[in-house]
Each structure stands twice: as structure tokens, then as C-alpha cells.
């Protein structure tokens, strides 16, 4: 309370760390225009789970970005499209 009076708050760190979830499970909901289905996530009935992280790794080897964007690149220039979509290549054009 001290450091609030004289104008000068204390410092705020965290106490531990936690996972928070609000969310448990999906419904599977379908367009009635589209017909396209997609998971839609349930909110938990008890309320939020807290869950304390107790410890974490990670991996030595270092990763790399480079086919993840390659492969970005090539959904970007439609190389990915289906073998219907693309045009049809015959021989030598009627005359």
C-alpha cells in the first residue's frame, strides 16, 4: 500500500504460469446453403480449466521456414489446383 501512496506502484510479475482453456470438444456444423461442414468449438459447462505448466522442452535442431513459404509461394501462383481446373494440352491445333 506504501508504494501506491507515494505515487510509485510496485512491481507486477507473474506468480507462475498457467494454460487457461475455455473451451472443450467441437460440434460439427454443416451450411444448409453450401453444404460445407466445420467444427465449431463447445464452451466448457463447468467454466475454465487452469491448468499449471509444470515444464517445457524444445528442440536443439534449429528449423527452418524455407518449405513452409515455398510451398506458400506455389498455393499463391495456383500450381495446387486440381488436375480439372487446369487446361488440357493436345497436340497440334486442327487446321
Known amino acids: 500500500?506504501?508504494?501506491?501512496?507515494?505515487?510509485?506502484?510496485?512491481?507486477?510479475?507473474?506468480?507462475s504460469q498457467v494454460n487457461v482453456s475455455y473451451y472443450e470438444g467441437f460440434k460439427v456444423v454443416t451450411d444448409p446453403?453450401?453444404?460445407?461442414s466445420r467444427n465449431v468449438s463447445l464452451?466448457?459447462?463447468?467454466?475454465?480449466?487452469?491448468?499449471a505448466i509444470t515444464g517445457f522442452s524444445s528442440n536443439p535442431k534449429l528449423?527452418?521456414?524455407?518449405?513452409r513459404n515455398l510451398h506458400a509461394r506455389r498455393r499463391?501462383?495456383?500450381s495446387h489446383t486440381s488436375p480439372a481446373a487446369r487446361p488440357v494440352r493436345t497436340g497440334d491445333p486442327v487446321a
Open 76 to 78: 499463391l501462383r495456383g
Open 63 to 67: 528449423g527452418s521456414q524455407r518449405l
Open 1 to 15: 500500500m506504501d508504494g501506491v501512496l507515494n505515487g510509485r506502484p510496485p512491481p507486477v510479475r507473474a506468480a
Open 33 to 36: 446453403r453450401t453444404g460445407r
Open 43 to 51: 464452451v466448457r459447462p463447468e467454466g475454465t480449466a487452469i491448468d
